[in-house]
């Protein structure tokens, strides 16, 4: 499996909540987080953090969250659920200009909602680089 632009993906429905899980922000990037996101209209907004990586992204979206990964990682990443093409690249500008380095990205698609957070970091990271490379990256499951 390869990548999509995030602008380029096409919205699918894979799971009814209109959300976005962010991982690893602190307390000043969520407040900052908080006010883009109200501005672009996406209200539900779940918090996660490396601890939960063990956790399926379709738990997290579910309320289903555990905190017993010992593998700890900084990335920070934003993954959108249900949430139309132009809100995200709303999001993603407007962190821009709250001068938030973009973060790791993505849409919950048919194949990453079964994922461990874990796992879609992973693959998050691996799409970076190939992309820095100018490479395709294949995903792991």
């Known amino acids: 499996?390869?990548?999509?632009?995030i602008n380029d993906s096409e919205q699918e429905n894979i799971h009814d909540r209109s959300c976005v899980i962010?991982?690893?922000f602190n307390n000043k990037?969520?407040?900052a987080i908080k006010t883009v996101s109200g501005f672009v209209g996406i209200k539900d907004r779940i918090v996660v953090n490396s601890k939960n990586g063990n956790?399926?992204?379709?738990?997290i979206l579910d309320g289903n969250i555990s905190d017993d990964n010992d593998e700890a990682w900084i990335e920070k990443a934003v993954i959108?659920?249900?949430i139309p093409n132009n809100r995200v690249m709303a999001?993603?500008?407007?962190?821009?200009?709250?001068?938030i380095r973009r973060p790791l990205s993505a849409m919950v698609t048919e194949v990453?909602?079964?994922w461990s957070l874990n796992t879609l970091i992973y693959n998050l990271k691996e799409e970076r680089k190939a992309l820095s490379k100018g490479k395709t990256a294949n995903h792991n499951k």
């Open 1 to 5: 499996m390869t990548f999509k632009k």
């Open 80 to 82: 959108f659920n249900n």
């Open 91 to 99: 999001f993603l500008d407007s962190l821009k200009k709250m001068k």
């Open 29 to 31: 990037e969520l407040t």
């Open 55 to 59: 956790t399926k992204i379709k738990d």
């Open 22 to 24: 962010l991982v690893n």
């Open 112 to 114: 990453s909602i079964d």
